[in-house]
């Protein structure tokens, strides 16, 4: 029952939107405007209804990607990021075996999640008192299947890195219907909506 919870954490994308892993040091031959995601300050949750009664939330452990990004042109920016599946974590580990297998993710046969953007629009400018906020349109693929989907996406912040470099930061919220990617175990008792949440820092 609480297995078929992790079913939704296929369904991330990135959806996103988009973590452990060690952390990518900035590189100095990426082109100007690249940023590189690091997964150790990065994080991808994922959360559907159980029962009719609670809400339920798991994460996917490894997310890799670049995003590229010019605060004067934002609308030019793009995304895009790999979430092997086997990742999954739900606190349980015979749940998370559950979702790796054919009633979810397949991550035998389908290894990986992953999402492109085809198209960014300006939904609010940057002010003192607001964050700017993207819409961000593109495919996720999950499961083998490939979907078009829209994600809201704020800029948490920018500033510079620990060690030399810069750091941006992004946070994406959509929600998806996992039947869309052939995902449809135990639907009467876990919500076909999944909410997804891709919190990502990057450098450059």
């Given at each position: 029952?609480?297995?078929?919870?992790?079913?939704?954490?296929?369904?991330?994308?990135?959806?996103?939107?988009?973590?452990?892993?060690?952390?990518?040091?900035?590189?100095?031959?990426?082109?100007?405007?690249?940023?590189?995601?690091?997964?150790?300050?990065s994080?991808?949750?994922?959360?559907?209804?159980?029962?009719?009664?609670?809400?339920?939330?798991?994460?996917?452990?490894?997310?890799?990607g670049?995003?590229?990004?010019?605060?004067?042109?934002?609308?030019?920016?793009?995304?895009?990021?790999t979430?092997?599946?086997?990742?999954?974590?739900?606190?349980s580990?015979?749940r998370?075996?559950?979702?790796?297998?054919?009633?979810?993710?397949?991550?035998?046969?389908?290894?990986?999640?992953?999402?492109?953007?085809?198209?960014?629009?300006?939904?609010?400018?940057?002010?003192?008192?607001?964050?700017?906020?993207?819409?961000?349109?593109?495919?996720?693929?999950?499961?083998?299947?490939?979907?078009?989907?829209?994600?809201?996406?704020?800029?948490?912040?920018?500033?510079?890195?620990?060690?030399?470099?810069?750091?941006?930061?992004?946070?994406?919220?959509?929600?998806?219907?996992?039947?869309?990617?052939?995902?449809?175990?135990?639907?009467?008792?876990?919500?076909?909506?999944?909410?997804?949440?891709?919190?990502?820092?990057?450098?450059?």
């Amino acid at each position: 029952m609480l297995q078929s919870l992790s079913i939704l954490g296929g369904l991330v994308l990135g959806a996103a939107l988009l973590v452990p892993g060690p952390a990518t040091a900035p590189s100095t031959t990426v082109e100007d405007g690249v940023w590189t995601i690091d997964a150790v300050h990065s994080t991808a949750l994922f959360s559907a209804v159980h029962l009719g009664a609670s809400r339920f939330y798991g994460r996917f452990n490894e997310l890799s990607g670049e995003i590229t990004f010019d605060p004067a042109k934002p609308e030019a920016s793009s995304v895009k990021f790999t979430i092997p599946v086997d990742s999954v974590d739900t606190n349980s580990s015979k749940r998370d075996q559950h979702l790796r297998g054919p009633d979810f993710f397949s991550s035998k046969e389908f290894a990986t999640a992953s999402f492109e953007s085809k198209s960014v629009k300006v939904a609010q400018k940057a002010a003192d008192d607001k964050p700017l906020m993207l819409e961000v349109t593109g495919e996720l693929e999950l499961a083998g299947k490939k979907r078009e989907v829209t994600a809201m996406v704020e800029q948490v912040g920018m500033g510079p890195g620990s060690r030399g470099g810069e750091l941006v930061g992004f946070e994406a919220r959509l929600t998806i219907q996992r039947s869309d990617f052939g995902i449809d175990y135990m639907l009467g008792g876990l919500s076909d909506d999944v909410q997804l949440i891709l919190s990502v820092e990057a450098a450059r």
